[in-house]
């Protein structure tokens, strides 16, 4: 069991999924509460899959946890394009956002390769 608060990608997860349902509060008046459901949801999904991985009874759940939350970081992305496309954020707005997301993604990748490499070093 680990601290999730002390977990930089967390900390940023935490911040972005944050600002985001900040900027999503416009998404309903523009007609596309949907978008807005499923960009939140993605965003929030990346942190509290670090959460929940924290109190994994193993390291290779914690890694599956690690693993859902790349997912969320992915889908995160993907919301923010259809976001900008549709012309609901402004594309340096879009662009400043799927940067973190994708840094995010890289950080959890990291994090998750060194416990999967913490398990094999174990066997």
Partial sequence: M???????A?????ALAIALHGIAREFNRAGHAHLRSQLTRAADSIATNIVEGCGSSSRKEFAR????AIKSA???EHHLFAARDLRLISPADSQRLVGEAVEIRKMIHGYRKRVLHTISLSL
Wanted: cysteine-free; proline content about 0%; hydrophobic content about 30%.
């Fill in 74 to 76: 992915s889908e995160t």
């Fill in 10 to 14: 967390w900390q940023r997860a935490h």
């Fill in 65 to 68: 946890y690690l693993d859902i």
């Fill in 2 to 8: 680990q601290d999730f608060k002390h977990i930089q």
